[in-house]
């Protein structure tokens, strides 16, 4: 007889194998919900780095320095910088007082932070390519939009071309 069957002969050693199964089972499950946490961080600070980059670019084509744009905002040049770098979120407050002085639409501060754009009735706009399976062209739009300057074009083209490249 075994050593585990004259601790439990009930079981003939099956009980200690199914504990490792669970064990392991536990741990696989635990690996994965890291993994997938590490996944979504990747991609909330890819999407937080895109943000400040626009902000700083725009920024800079507005030939504004921070000290000039915390001034605008009544928000400190030390965070407007770690909003720029990446290192926080700013608050939907911050968003539109940083739009205003950019001269740019709020809802363009919104989308780039990744919040949904809704319209006044509460709904958020239907997406034109939900119902394509076409990838619409992107740089096409952007270079044929007249509402933004050679500058805003080329930041924006940056930014999207950066998303696309780290898929």
């Known amino acids: 007889m075994s ?30 919900r890291d993994a997938g946490r590490q996944v979504a961080e990747d991609a909330w600070s890819a999407q937080v780095n895109a943000l400040g980059g626009f902000i700083r ?16 905002t009544k928000v400190s040049n030390a965070y407007l910088s770690q909003v720029e770098r990446g290192l926080h979120q700013p608050s939907l407050k911050v968003l539109r007082s940083i739009a205003d002085a950019l001269h740019l639409n709020t809802d363009q ?37 007249p509402r933004l300057s050679a500058e805003q074009r080329t930041a924006l083209l940056g930014v999207y071309r950066s998303f696309v490249q780290r898929g």
Do not use: C, F, Y
């Open 3 to 32: 050593r585990a069957q004259q601790r439990d002969p009930g079981t003939n050693g099956t009980h200690r194998n199914g504990d490792r199964a669970a064990v392991s089972a536990a741990s696989a499950a635990e690996e994965l």
């Open 57 to 72: 670019s725009q920024r800079q084509m507005a030939k504004l320095s921070l000290r000039e744009m915390a001034a605008m």
């Open 109 to 145: 501060m919104l989308s780039r932070a990744g919040w949904s754009v809704r319209d006044e009735g509460g709904e958020t706009p239907a997406d034109p390519a939900a119902d394509s399976t076409e990838v619409p062209d992107v740089e096409a739009a952007i270079a044929a939009d």
